[in-house]
């Protein structure tokens, strides 16, 4: 199907040569030989919601507004009408500030951390399912053709992950096309960047779908969730609370997708059967990465 390998145009790509992602690094390989290989950075980077500190997290340090913004989003510590005034980042300082118009106090949401299975340890404040009961996800059909085509797209795109390994990836779909591709070393972080992109410029989540390298965590499902994003799919496998989170919000979670192959756990109502899994080319193997995962 020629469909489905059409070419991927990204409103935001990967960029595996930006500066300061990675670095060289000089090892001896397992002949004994001397091997160089690139390895990706991380840094801390401090947020703060107008003079409050509110966490540390440990980031590649590319689009520190739009983690920043996602994350304090994903908190609640955003609201949808709130109007952000301006975002500071001080590179020397490793901090990001965002303000906002009017007073926010979350004193006490800070107090309670939730330590949760994310990668680079994420941080979730306050109750994990708060907000959950009022989550009211649209009822889009998703064709089963456009899992296809933007598992192809995906995994053939330059990436860190490609460059460096280490690292996972977040992409924001519409149909077939894969629109945003965020990566970090904790695929929490990518989520939250993808999710300050969408609150900043005004973005729709009605009819995207929202896919993952990493784990379908009970923490990723409730992210996605609260952004609104009705479809969640990773070519990794689920956790049990988060397929019983999903099918309580009416998520559709769709996990394995490698090949002809994927497996929906969770809101299969609204897939579309549009095409044939033989008549899908088989998944080309990989040239493998330059550095090690």
Not at 121 to 140: A, I, S
Request: net charge negative.
């Amino acid at each position: 199907m020629a469909e489905l390998h059409e070419k991927a145009n990204y409103v935001i790509a990967p960029d595996p040569s930006g500066n300061g992602l990675t670095r060289a690094v000089t090892g001896i390989d397992h002949t004994g030989a001397e091997t160089q290989i690139s390895v990706v950075e991380e840094r801390p980077l401090t947020i703060y919601l107008n003079s409050q500190e509110v966490v540390t997290a440990m980031t590649i340090g590319d689009y520190p507004d739009f983690l920043a913004v996602g994350f304090l989003r994903n908190q609640g510590m955003l609201k949808d009408d709130e109007e952000i005034t301006g975002i500071d980042y001080d590179e020397e300082l490793e901090t990001v500030v965002v303000r906002t118009a009017s007073a926010t106090t979350y004193e006490e949401k800070v107090k309670k951390k939730t330590r949760t299975s994310g990668c680079a340890v994420g941080t979730v404040f306050g109750d994990m399912m708060e907000g959950l009961d009022q989550v009211q996800l649209p009822q889009t059909s998703v064709n089963t053709s456009w899992l296809y085509g933007l598992a192809h797209k995906i995994n053939t795109t330059p990436s860190l992950y490609l460059e460096a390994g280490a690292i996972h990836g977040t992409v924001l779909c519409q149909g077939d096309q894969p629109l945003v591709y965020m990566e970090d070393v904790g695929r929490h972080n990518a989520v939250d960047k993808i999710a300050g992109w969408m609150f900043l410029n005004g973005i729709s989540a009605d009819d995207k779908i929202l896919y993952t390298t990493g784990r379908l965590t009970s923490e990723m499902v409730i992210k996605t969730a609260l952004m609104g994003i009705p479809v969640l799919a990773s070519r990794s496998g689920f956790t049990a609370w988060g397929v019983d989170i999903a099918r309580q919000v009416g998520l559709t979670c769709i996990g394995r997708m490698r090949g002809k192959r994927f497996v929906c756990l969770s809101g299969a109502d609204r897939l579309e059967w549009d095409i044939d899994p033989d008549a899908v080319p088989d998944e080309a193997k990989k040239s493998g990465r330059k550095g090690a995962a």
